[in-house]
Structure formats: C-alpha cells, structure tokens
C-alpha cells in the first residue's frame, strides 16, 4: 500500500530492505549472455539491426476504456531460439511462485519470447520478515555474477553505485532499441526516467510502474464508524473543530456500548502527524529514514519546526485535555490495534486502511470493518486543509543485467516484453482463462468505467503466477480496471473512493521532494541525523501534546527547535538540497 529517499553506505551497502507486450520479432537472433564473462564492467555488444517494433493488438482481446493510458495486449512472436540459457537471480517465493523453474508463467513466457532461462532462487528474508541480502552481497562482492537480478529489493542509491562501478550496465542504448513498451511507458509518465535514473544520468535497470491509485494518499488517511456517528447524531467531521466536538461525544457516550471502548485510535506505525498536521500545514511523512521535508519554491524545508506545527501540537492538547487524546495514541502497537477494531472498541482511526485496525479484512458483506468511512482532509483553524499525497510512488524496480551478461539486448527484449498487458495478467494472476479473464462487456472496473480484466482469486494458486517481481506496467487506468463484482465486493472500490476525498486536497505537486539519492560521501552522516531527527520528532510531538513539555512555554518550544540545530539539521537540509539539485532529469 506506498516512495521516500534513498541512502546508503558502501559497508552497508546491501543491508537495506526489500522491494507486458507483444513485440514482432524481426532481428537476427541474439546470442544471448554467458554467465562465465570474466570482464568486469564489459558493457556487451551494442544494439544492431532494426529497432523492435510493437505488433498488432490480439484478437478477441480486452475492451480498453476511452482515453485509456496503460499496457496493451499485443501479437507476440519469439525473438529468440532458446540455445543459450540466462541465469537469473530471483526471490524465494514457495507460497506463491513455488519452483520458478517449474513454474506455469515461467514455461507460458518462454514459448512468447523463445528466450531459456534458468532461475536462481534465493532466499532474501529473514526469519522473522526483514531483509536479508547477504547471499545477494556474496555474489556482488565475490564476483560470481549471474546475468541479471529481478525483482531484488536495490535500492536506487545501490544501483547507482553498483552501475557506476560496472558490476550493472547501462541500459539507455538497449532500451531506445529493444523496448518499444518501455519507451512507451516513459511517455505516459513522464516522471518515471527521473526517479529510475542514476546520478550520473544513465539507466542501469528496466523501470517499472505500479501506480497505486489509493496508495498515493494512504498515509495521511483517517476512518470513522459511520454507525457510531448516527447513534450520537452527527455527521463526518469536516473540520478541527467539528472532530473535536465528535470525539467529546465518543467519549462521553460509548456508542459501542463496549467496555475499553477508544474514541481516537492512532499508534506506532500509525502516526498522528500524517494527518492531524495538514489541517495547520501541508507536512509530508517522516520516520527514521528521513522525511518532515518539502519543497518550498525550490527549497528544501523542514516542517516540525515551524510554526503551523506548533499550532498544530496545541489543539492535540486541547484533545488530550478533553481526554480523547492519551498516551494510547503514541504506544498502540499493530496487534493492540487491530484487537481493538475486531472488538468494535474503536471510534475514529488515523490509520492506513482497515486492515491497520481490523484483522482479518474478510469480504463478508456484513464484515464490521465496512462500517468505517474515510474522513476527508479537515480544514483547520486558518482555512488549510491539506492532504498528503504521494505523486512519485509509482516506479518499480524491474531488471539489472550485470558485467557478465555478453549480449544485454535478449534481456532487455525479455524484460520489455514483460510490460505486454497479457504477460502483466499472467505474470500477476497466473494462467488465463483460470485465474483470470479479460473484463465482461459493461461491467464496471473499479475506477466506475468499462472493466479491463477480472480475476478468481489474488495471489493466484501456487506456482501459477510470478507475483509481483517481475517487470511490470500496472498503470493507474490499469488499476482501476479490475472488474467489480457488487454481489461481493472487496476492499479495493472502496479504497478506490477514498482516494478520491483526498484527491482534490491534495499538496501542490511543487512541493513534494521526489526521492533522491543522496551521495556516498554523506550516506553515514544522514542516516544517523535522520534517526535522531525522527526520535526527536515522535518525542516533541509526544511530550507536547500529553503536557509534559508546556506548549505555550516559548522556552519549551525554543529548546525544541534548537535540539534540530545540536544534530546539524542545516547540514541536513544542505545534502537533500544539493541532491535535489543535480538529480537526474
């Protein structure tokens, strides 16, 4: 449901986390890559012949809306005769993808392409969900290279590095060649180059778009029970004021009639600011990876320090002094808030979604969680009303060929081939015309138009699909086409809605700071600020609203703006800026 900035240390380098098409084919055939190169940095042979052209779409194919922006189901012809075989690296998967060598997408995808590929599984979590790359770092470091890595979790920062350094190629000469798809897809986004490219400029992976319509404005979102506000006679809140008095009521009345029933649930990976601060002003998200920053005419600023914040951290003490805002707010664990949303318990959530605070999100049409609305943006006190909205979330990683790939332009072809719309449906959903059918003649998709495609289940069965990892083009129109189906309706049109109360509200597109990648030089320096700049953040935010630091103090407040200063938030400041400045355009 997410994208921020990128940092990264060498001696850290790989510890940071996890992350369609119908060309004719008229080249010569390739000679694919060998996996026994010896030359690091070897760029391979460059592109030749004639460029890839797209083919025609396919007969008794989807029905595309009017106006429609996303992948096409195309004729596809194999490229390739199969006689040399690529090695590449992938992500254990046995729930979902089961034996990618066996795999139904895996055997359907090399009779499209002609293309042999044999998949080195690799396990790249921990045992307790985080990430683990070290068997990702022993290939980097040891130079057994395989040809290319997909849907590996790199950070930009590290494929930057690592394409700079040769161990990835630079794919701008072979995409302009081999993928009419990409170049297409490029197009229609426009922003999609920038936040792929690398510092020096050059493209060392197959970008990708998953552009998540609700995603853009999930965290900054809120939800009420619709129900609980009809028993105490008032309606969504609409401003500061309003859910204060809302929130009185809770308080006062229990309409769950529930014993440990919670008026304003929020908590740890839940936080308020992300949208109790946009009714004083337009603040983005922030943890201990960076983030409170945006653009302002250009230049990077830091909202916690402002004075709209503090205008802000005032009327959540006014809420703590009515009791409806207490220490709950800033300690609810994950479980301790979905406990309570399965007991009824809650009244207003600042949460992602329901799921934040309902475990299991069963479709059941009577599920309790269905009784909770999105509260749209309030407008506060001077008329702001903000919403966070995330307009560079879309770009995914797909594809980075190595050093030892000899002749990139198979795999450049297989990937781009990758973002045909029939590929992207079986690549997500798995076999066609089991999991998944192209949209019924005016049925509606999610986004209320013509339905693109429709599934049976997602993830699909085991061993069908290759979940999420490939190279993929899930355009918002995409998106927005999966076919609903009233008689059981899923969580999906109902998110979509939200999005839409966000939508108009949402932050000049100006002053979002697009991720970065912030220099090799300074990575040590900021990822150290940053945690301490987010510790002193929740703190602030914590220590002022439940009084334990006096709000109206300007001592108080001063030492708190002075504390950024002590952890050199202008040397900060300066990095973000500078990367700004010479990220890739």
Not at 82 to 109: A, S
Not at 369 to 380: E, N, Q
Request: hydrophobic share 30%; aromatic share 12%.
């Amino acid at each position: 449901m997410t994208g921020g900035p990128s940092r990264i240390s060498r001696r850290s380098l790989l510890g940071a986390g996890v992350a369609g098409i119908g060309a004719v084919g008229g080249l010569g055939l390739l000679s694919g890559c060998s996996s026994d190169a010896k030359t690091p940095g070897s760029s391979g042979n460059k592109p030749t012949g004639a460029p890839v052209k797209l083919g025609p779409e396919i007969e008794n194919g989807p029905m595309y809306k009017d106006g429609y922006i996303g992948p096409h189901a195309t004729v596809k012809k194999p490229f390739a005769d199969g006689k040399t075989t690529f090695k590449i690296v992938v992500p254990q998967d046995t729930q979902v993808v089961g034996d990618w060598n066996k795999n139904k997408t895996t055997e359907w995808f090399e009779k499209q392409t002609g293309v042999k590929v044999q998949f080195q599984e690799v396990l790249i979590t921990n045992p307790n969900g985080g990430s683990d790359l070290t068997k990702i770092n022993a290939m980097l470091s040891g130079g057994d290279l395989p040809d290319a890595f997909m849907g590996i979790p790199f950070t930009p920062a590290q494929i930057s590095l690592y394409g700079q350094q040769g161990t990835f190629i630079a794919l701008d000469d072979y995409i302009s060649h081999y993928s009419p798809r990409t170049q297409q897809t490029m197009k229609d986004y426009p922003d999609l180059r920038s936040l792929k490219a690398s510092t020096d400029g050059k493209m060392y992976q197959m970008p990708g778009v998953n552009d998540c319509y609700h995603c853009r404005s999930s965290q900054g979102r809120a939800w009420i029970n619709k129900k609980y506000l009809q028993s105490i006679g008032m309606d969504v809140p609409g401003s500061t004021d309003e859910l204060r008095q809302v929130l009185l009521e809770f308080k006062n009345k229990n309409p769950s009639g529930k014993n440990g029933f919670v008026p304003f649930a929020s908590g740890v990976n839940n936080p308020l600011d992300n949208f109790m601060m946009q009714p004083f002003l337009y603040s983005p998200p922030g943890d201990q990876n960076g983030g409170w920053m945006r653009l302002n005419s250009g230049k990077v600023e830091f909202t916690p320090s402002k004075d709209e914040w503090r205008e802000a951290l005032r009327y959540l003490r006014q809420l703590n002094k009515d009791g409806t805002l207490t220490s709950q707010n800033f300690s609810m664990s994950d479980t301790e808030l979905q406990t309570a949303g399965n007991k009824g318990q809650v009244g207003f959530a600042r949460v992602y979604w329901w799921g934040s605070f309902f475990n299991p999100v069963t479709l059941d049409k009577n599920a309790p969680w269905r009784d909770y609305v999105a509260v749209p943006p309030l407008k506060g006190p001077s008329g702001n009303q903000t919403a966070q909205w995330d307009y560079y979330g879309f770009s995914t990683n797909g594809l980075q060929i190595t050093s030892a790939c000899k002749d990139p332009g198979t795999l450049v072809q297989w990937s781009d081939y990758q973002m045909d719309l029939e590929s992207i449906m079986w690549m997500y959903d798995g076999i066609a015309e089991k999991n998944w059918f192209w949209g019924d003649d005016g049925a509606d998709g999610i986004d209320g138009e013509q339905a693109l495609w429709r599934d049976i289940q997602w993830p699909a069965p085991a061993g069908q699909s290759w979940n999420q990892y490939a190279t993929m083009y899930r355009s918002l129109d995409y998106r927005g086409g999966q076919q609903v189906d009233p008689k059981a309706p899923t969580y999906e049109a109902g998110l979509y809605s939200a999005g839409k109360d966000y939508e108009k509200y949402a932050e000049p597109k100006e002053m979002q700071l697009p991720p970065v990648i912030i220099p090799d030089d300074s990575a040590s320096q900021v990822a150290d600020t940053a945690t301490s700049i987010s510790q002193a953040v929740k703190q602030g935010m914590s220590n002022f609203a439940l009084g334990k630091k006096d709000i109206e103090s300007d001592a108080d407040w001063k030492a708190y703006v002075d504390s950024f200063a002590a952890m050199n938030l202008q040397t900060y400041l300066d990095v973000y800026q500078k990367a700004y400045d010479t990220r890739p355009k």
